[in-house]
């Protein structure tokens, strides 16, 4: 059974964001799918809860098991989600899972501080919407720029997750998973602030850092975000298939250090 790949986006934007991985993927024959939260995407209209949008990915997560061992791949507040699902009290049919741009608690002052630049940039005239695309134009490629808008943006919906997300009990969840672990940041996120406490609780993990990248990691080197997840699903498949071997590792490790070396 091939692994099978569960993409969570991020807020405000929607599963419109992975287009670039999900492209990649089906060029490599591995099965992935990319879900809406609610309040978001094709959901806009409904109300977004920590238990719709942990029961979202818990959905897609065991339709995915039936057809082999799943790699779940989370962004931003999608990773924040796939943390605490995984870490969860009931260990859910996920054998590897990719964080990325997630290695912050979202609490305390930081988090105050973010929804009140939220809230004051979302009584902007349009909301916002110039700043958002000013700072797409200068910091991403033009084949990835238009998919995080492409499923609309979650405007009324980013306060009440932000808020929700201040509930979920992170430390103790990334403390419990015994999966393969990677965290993926980009070189200037922001929410790289908790990064060395999220590896103490998790050692078993890795830490990847995308140089000249800032939060939009997936979409700014897209290429490397892709070999991440190559490298991902080699190690799973060798974990659980006796026919693949290190050998396999080995080399979508080898492609993540070719693609990486040549964007610096």
Not at 83 to 109: F, H, I, K, N
Not at 193 to 208: C, D, G, K, T
Request: net charge negative; glycine share 6%.
């Amino acid at each position: 059974m091939s692994v099978q790949i569960v993409l969570v986006h991020g807020i405000r934007t929607s599963a419109t964001m992975w287009r670039s991985q999900l492209a990649f993927l089906e060029e490599q024959g591995i099965a992935a799918t990319a879900v809406d939260l609610p309040g978001h995407g094709s959901r806009m209209f409904e109300d977004f809860t920590l238990h719709e949008a942990l029961h979202t990915i818990d959905v897609a997560v065991r339709d995915a098991a039936t057809r082999g061992p799943v790699l779940l791949v989370g962004h931003s507040m999608g990773g924040l989600l796939s943390l605490a699902y995984v870490g969860g009290a009931d260990t859910p049919q996920v054998a590897g899972l990719v964080a990325a741009s997630c290695t912050s608690l979202p609490r305390g002052a930081g988090l105050s501080a973010y929804r009140a630049i939220a809230r004051a940039v979302d009584r902007l005239p349009d909301r916002g919407m110039w700043i958002t695309k000013r700072i797409l134009a200068a910091t991403i490629p033009e084949e990835t720029r238009f998919d995080f808008a492409a499923g609309g943006y979650a405007l009324d919906t980013q306060d009440t997750a932000l808020r929700s997300l201040s509930t979920l009990d992170l430390a103790t969840a990334v403390a419990r998973i015994r999966v393969p672990l990677w965290f993926v940041n980009g070189q200037w996120d922001q929410l790289r602030v908790n990064e060395a406490l999220f590896q103490r609780l998790a050692p078993h993990s890795e830490l990847i850092i995308v140089p000249r990248t800032t939060h939009l990691v997936t979409a700014m080197r897209p290429q490397i975000f892709n070999a991440v997840l190559r490298l991902a699903v080699a190690m799973i498949e060798s974990g659980s298939d006796a026919a693949v071997t290190d050998a396999a590792v080995m080399d979508a490790a080898a492609e993540l250090e070719r693609v990486a070396s040549r964007e610096q």
